[in-house]
Structures are given as structure tokens and as C-alpha cells.
């Protein structure tokens, strides 16, 4: 898997982290005082370009975008940290909106395209696969890279899955067994264990890094 130097771990107020991938350059940076991660997905071919939750900081994120051809932004979920500068990238950009539909009303534009599970968003020649996780919001959604060549397999998973346990359920046990039971089936039980995993705060990890610990998840109930 092609990889450089890049790590994933970024600061808010810092540059980006940039990944040059077969198909596909990953750009990772953290704004707010949440620390959301926004990524900016560019396919090399093309130069169009897809962005992953306009989460704050509208400046920092068009710094991000650059010149790219920005024509779709995907939001994780309805969480307020994760949209805040969804308006202006939206206005800079005339990107299409995509978001699932238990979640579109929670967002402060309207969501152009809604996603189901299973669905495909296409940056330039590269297909992302939408997967719903239910929990952490109804309307929560990973997308799936399985990249050309030996670029291997990435997921976007916003706030369902970070390095060391799922997405927070206000200790909700219905909430939690939906989203274990989801982020089981639908990552773990679907992805290979070098999959590099690209969460909404924080630093990246792999699903084989944290597919030992699944038991221990369920034990603690979080």
C-alpha cells in the first residue's frame, strides 16, 4: 500500500496531512475546537474532487480545496460540529450535498442527494461506498474505498468507529447494540484487516488494529 510519509495525525491550526494513494490524493485536517477532521478526496485522473464533512473554520477548508474541482461534500452525520461551514463551502464551491436522509433535517442546507446503504458516491473515477451505521445518529454513514492496484481499502467512518471504541450513545444500551452490532457487520465483518480507517476526531487507525478489541466494546457497553 502506498503510503509516503503520511500519518494522519493532525493539529488544528496545523497544515495538512496529505496522502498520495494510486487513484486517489487523501488530504486530513482538523479545525474547531472540537478537532473535527475534514478530508478532501481528489481523484488523480480527473482533478475532481469530493470533500468529507465541512465541519468549522469555512477559510480553512477553502485553503484545503485549493484549486481542487470540488463537485460533491458528504456529511457523516447530523451532528453540529460536523456541518458548521457546510453553507459557505457549498456557496464557494456549487458542490452537490449528500448526507442520509434520517439526518438531512439536521443539517443547515438542504441535502441534494440523500444516501441509503449501499449507495455509491462517485469522486471523478473513484466510487465510494455508503455505509449506514445507526447509533450515533439514525442517520450516521462510512464511505468505502477499495482502491486500484495496491491501494489498498479505505473508510471514512465520521463518528461511528475511532481508534479504541465505537461512536458516543449516551449510554443509551439500545443506541450502543445498534451501532456495535452495525459497525461488526458492516466494517469489520465486510473490510480486510489493512483497512485504513479515517475517523471524525483524531488520529487514524485500521480495522485489524481494532478488531481484537470488538469483545471488550460489547463487555463495557461503549
Known sequence: MTSGTYTGDVEVGGPADVRQLPGLT??????????????????????EAL?????????????LIGDADVRTVVTTHGHWDHHRALPEVV??????????????????????????????????????????????????????????????????????LFPGGVGNTQQDPERFA???????????GALPDDTWVYPGHGKDTTIGAERPHLGGWRERGW
Do not use: C
Open 91 to 160: 456557496a464557494a464551491t456549487g458542490a452537490t450535498t449528500v448526507a442520509h436522509p434520517a439526518d438531512a433535517g439536521d443539517l443547515p442546507v438542504p441535502v441534494q442527494r440523500p444516501v441509503e446503504h449501499g449507495d455509491t458516491v462517485t469522486v471523478g473515477r473513484q466510487t465510494l461506498e455508503v455505509v449506514h451505521l445507526r447509533g450515533h445518529t439514525p442517520g450516521s454513514i462510512a464511505l468505502v474505498w477499495r482502491g486500484p492496484e495496491d491501494a489498498g481499502t479505505h473508510v471514512f467512518t465520521g463518528d461511528s
Open 178 to 188: 445498534r451501532l456495535i452490532d452495525d459497525v461488526e457487520q458492516r466494517l469489520f
Open 26 to 47: 487523501i488530504s486530513k485536517v482538523a479545525v474547531s475546537e472540537m478537532a473535527n477532521n475534514a478530508y478532501l478526496l481528489r481523484d488523480t485522473e480527473t482533478g
Open 51 to 63: 470533500l468529507v464533512d465541512a465541519a468549522a473554520e469555512p477559510e480553512t477548508l477553502r485553503a
